[in-house]
């Protein structure tokens, strides 16, 4: 079992429509978790932070993190075609500072 | 947050050569990190390029198949060396932003191709 898993879609939804993008994973030392975007060409840039369990809003974006159930979400309200990116899931914990990534998800939205 | 530039954006070699790629960020820094992005796969981590020692690798990647300098708080490389297709890829580096746990900054990757 990989230590974190992340459905690599591609996901194709129209414009407005609210997104859901999810991760688990394996290891219960994770403690902070985040998610990147990733345009094409780009390198990942970092759009929501998470420490434990709980929500975090901004603007269009809540991330969730659910330690319980080791599963992780991102929702996009409102999704706009700028939205259109790869967006990758990774969590690390404790002293370790390494950063674990899931495979991605490409995301298309079609205005 | 840390801005990083990275060269050359992409590169296209033939099999055997070595190829150097530079990272340079605005801000003193004192780990850098160097990642492997194949398709369809996960950011791999290399190593960390830590200023006045050797760099650390990560299980799977050899110091003599990717030799990394780290002269001072601001610069890196990274050397592919003796490159066959299976090196093509992109290659990320990345500094912490303000402590690693708070996630890192990338810079925009060097696509390899190997021909």
């Known amino acids: 079992q990989k230590e974190v898993e992340q459905d690599p879609g591609p996901l194709s939804v129209p414009e407005g429509a609210i997104v859901s993008l999810n991760c688990t994973y394996s290891?219960?030392?994770?403690?902070?978790f985040m998610w990147y975007r990733q345009y094409s060409r780009k390198g990942p840039e970092l759009l929501m932070y998470?420490?434990?369990?709980g929500n975090k809003e901004d603007g269009r974006f809540t991330a969730q993190v659910d330690k319980s159930s080791k599963y992780i979400s991102l929702f996009i309200r409102d999704s706009q075609p700028s939205d259109s990116a790869t967006y990758l899931c990774?969590?690390?914990?404790?002293?370790?500072?390494?950063?674990?990534f899931g495979k991605g998800t490409l995301l298309t939205v079609n205005p | 947050s840390a801005v990083i530039s990275q060269k050359p954006s992409r590169d296209i070699c033939q099999r055997g050569t070595s190829l150097t790629i530079q990272c340079q960020v605005d801000?003193?820094?004192?780990?850098m990190f160097w990642y492997r992005q194949q398709p369809g796969q996960s950011l791999t981590l290399i190593a960390t390029?830590?200023?006045?020692?050797?760099?650390?690798?990560e299980s799977g990647f050899v110091i003599d198949k990717f030799p990394i300098s780290r002269p001072n708080l601001t610069f890196s490389t990274l050397t592919v060396s003796n490159m066959s297709p299976e090196d093509s890829s992109i290659y990320l580096c990345?500094?912490?932003?303000?402590?690693?746990?708070?996630?890192?900054?990338f810079g925009s990757g060097t696509r390899l191709t190997v021909v």
């Open positions: 801000s003193q820094v004192t780990m």
């Open positions: 390029a830590n200023q006045g020692s050797e760099a650390t690798y």
């Open positions: 990774a969590m690390s914990g404790g002293s370790n500072y390494k950063l674990t």
């Open positions: 990345s500094v912490g932003r303000g402590g690693a746990n708070y996630g890192y900054t």
């Open positions: 998470t420490y434990s369990s």
């Open positions: 290891n219960s030392a994770f403690q902070y």
